[in-house]
Nanobody, 121 residues
Framework: QVQLVESGGGLVQTGDSLRLSCTVSGRTISGYAMGWFRQAPGKEREWIAT???????FYADSVKGSVTISRYNANNTMYLQMNSLKPEDTAVYYC???????????????WGQGTQVTVSS
């Protein structure tokens, strides 16, 4: 059984940084495209970043320049470094994995349960 578990969320202040982790069990992430999504209160879940197995990265315009996605296949873990956080970054952050990179943003194979990030002003 494949499980994705996010960690690293919490309550921070405007301008702070956070690093989220997504640890995968039950299957190696090698060969999978991985990504991060977020869902703010009252809004739909939105894709924010993708990293392919080869290390190529893609970012949504809304976060470009303020987040960095990375992965460490040996630890079966993916990360999201978030800097200069703003109150509008408040959301539940989810990680996801997809065997087909083209499916990641629309219908990933696996989802994590989410981790709350709250940015106070």
């Amino acid at each position: 059984q494949v499980q994705l578990v996010e960690s690293g969320g919490g309550l921070v202040q405007t301008g702070d940084s956070l690093r989220l982790s997504c640890t995968v069990s039950g299957r190696t992430i090698s060969g999978y495209a991985m990504g991060w999504f977020r869902q703010a209160p009252g809004k739909e879940r939105e894709w924010i970043a993708t990293i392919w197995n080869g290390g190529y990265t893609f970012y949504a315009d809304s976060v470009k320049g303020s987040v960095t996605i990375s992965r460490y296949n040996a630890n079966n873990t993916m990360y999201l470094q978030m800097n200069s956080l703003k109150p509008e970054d408040t959301a539940v952050y989810y990680c996801a994995a997809s065997r087909q990179a083209s499916d990641l943003t629309r219908s990933p194979d696996y989802w994590g349960q989410g981790t709350q990030v709250t940015v106070s002003s």
